[in-house]
């Protein structure tokens, strides 16, 4: 009878710890590549979300993604804005990632 009720248990502990939905992560950055493919661009377009835990949390941070957001702001970041406006808050907190990511203050620095 008591291996019985352990089992049950055990098996009610697997099933609800493989129910529970993983928290959000938040969205990717946008670093405009199409299929991965990395394109030449002359101006950038605002990022329509702010940065959640999958840049913000070291334990969530995954490199490919790091990685992504590093070679675009490198690349493009101080290049203008496509709207012709400038740096939106949604916009400051990604470069503010950059930066903590120990990237080049030089690289998003507007004329």
Same mark, same amino acid.
Request: glycine share 8%; aromatic share 8%; proline share 6%.
């Given at each position: 009878?008591?291996?019985?009720? !352990? %089992?049950? !248990?055990?098996? @009610?502990?697997?099933?609800?710890?493989? %129910? &529970?939905?993983?928290?959000?992560?938040?969205?990717?950055?946008?670093?405009?590549?199409?299929?991965?493919?990395?394109? &030449?661009?002359?101006?950038?377009?605002?990022?329509?979300?702010?940065?959640?835990?999958?840049?913000?949390?070291? %334990? @969530?941070?995954?490199?490919? &993604?790091? !990685?992504? @957001? @590093?070679?675009?702001?490198?690349?493009?970041?101080? *290049?203008?804005?496509?709207? =012709?406006?400038?740096?939106? =808050?949604?916009?400051?907190?990604?470069?503010?990632?950059? !930066?903590?990511? =120990?990237?080049? &203050?030089? *690289?998003?620095?507007?004329?």
């Amino acid at each position: 009878m008591r291996g019985a009720a !352990l %089992s049950t !248990l055990v098996f @009610l502990a697997v099933v609800v710890a493989c %129910s &529970e939905k993983a928290p959000d992560a938040g969205p990717r950055f946008d670093d405009e590549t199409t299929d991965g493919v990395v394109t &030449e661009l002359t101006c950038m377009k605002h990022q329509p979300e702010a940065p959640g835990p999958r840049y913000t949390d070291d %334990s @969530l941070r995954r490199t490919d &993604e790091a !990685l992504a @957001l @590093l070679r675009y702001y490198t690349a493009n970041g101080a *290049k203008p804005y496509c709207d =012709g406006n400038d740096v939106t =808050g949604i916009d400051r907190q990604w470069i503010d990632v950059y !930066l903590a990511l =120990g990237a080049d &203050e030089e *690289k998003v620095k507007r004329p």
